[in-house]
Nanobody, 119 residues
């Protein structure tokens, strides 16, 4: 199983970006999908999560600005980021709980996509 993240880049403060992360390989199903981020010199933190049923939760720092969503048919999770701030600058990682069979579920990580918010 692989997670392929994309959509990062350089954006001015107040701008928007949309990140995508697609899971591929031998997949029986996907449970929770999440986005984390890690800024230089800081620990990785949870940004947003979405269950297979569509329930979401967000870090307080991004509530009202970021929206997580998923397409279960495509095993893909998205992160729409609006009103970006310089403090959102980080490498963003996707994470998914993938059911490899009825019995076994594994956690996988994407390779990270860099987001830089700067004028």
């Amino acid at each position: 199983v692989q997670l392929q993240a994309s959509g990062g880049g350089l954006v001015q403060p107040g701008g928007s970006l949309r990140l995508s992360c697609a899971a591929s390989g031998r997949i029986f199903g996907v449970n929770d999908m999440r986005w984390y981020r890690q800024a230089p010199g800081k620990q990785r933190e949870l940004v947003a999560a979405v269950t297979s049923g569509g329930s979401t939760n967000y870090a307080d720092s991004v509530k009202g600005r970021f929206t997580i969503s998923r397409d279960n048919a495509k095993n893909t999770v998205y992160l729409q980021m609006n009103s970006l701030k310089p403090e959102d600058t980080a490498v963003y990682y996707c994470n998914a709980e993938v059911r490899a069979s009825i019995k076994y579920t594994y956690s996988y990580w994407g390779q990270g996509t860099e987001v830089t918010v700067s004028s």
